[in-house]
């Protein structure tokens, strides 16, 4: 068992754009509605990051940017997860078709952006940030796994860490090898549960749960199914309506999670 206290969240993801507006679609209070995704330019990155910068780097600076807003914190001070099933599946098939043509021209840019960890970097440089970043990946588990290691980092550094979980749909053909419905990221900034006086917002992990938990809306269920980042959605749910509750979340394999929250 582990504990966190929530202390803000950002969201982007198709007719859920920015935390404000997500909130009273979440607690039942407003419709949801499908809305176009708009065009994105970070504010933290600078010019120059920003024109190399990918459309999955730039869906993980918008969760994250928002939660960090929020949070009113100091982008510079958080340490940092960023957790991402696939990362940039444009980058890696356009890599991919360059390197089944004559000759074989590969973007330098595609090949910087091509890692993993593309997210993380752009992060800690655009902000300026000498804080610990780290970067996992745990297919659809990939929220639970980053959000066990925001806790586990929280909890060791005694300080704020920020969490970013985000997908993106890939081209074909690898999107017909890994489906997904929508794109997506979510964010939060989470603080150690020990040593704080703030009891709001708290959350606790252990590792049990008999299903995963799912969305009574059935358009939300059907995002929480469609990008790893959405399995978020039920405790969003929760922290958006104010009120306590179990939700239960895929681990890695065959384990289940659950998040308990005490608003």
Known sequence: MSSCVIKS???????????????????????????????????????????????????????????????????RQLASVFSSSDADMGVLHRICAALAQTPRVISPTDFHNSVHNAASGYWSIGVGSMAPTTTVSAYDASFTAGLIEAVALARDRAADVLLVVYDAIAPQPLAAKRPLAVTAGVAMVVAPAAGTDDAARRLTIGLDGVAESACANPALESLRAGNPALRALPLLELVAAGRPGVVTVRGTGSLLVSLAYAP
């Open 9 to 75: 969240i950002g969201i982007a993801a198709p007719g859920l754009d920015g935390w404000a507006a997500a909130a009273p679609v979440l607690r039942g209070a407003g419709p949801y509605a499908v809305a176009a995704e708009t065009p994105y330019a970070p504010a933290l990155l600078p010019p120059n990051e920003r024109r190399r910068a990918t459309a999955s780097v730039k869906l993980a600076f918008r969760a994250a940017e928002d939660a960090v807003t929020a949070a009113g914190a100091d982008a």
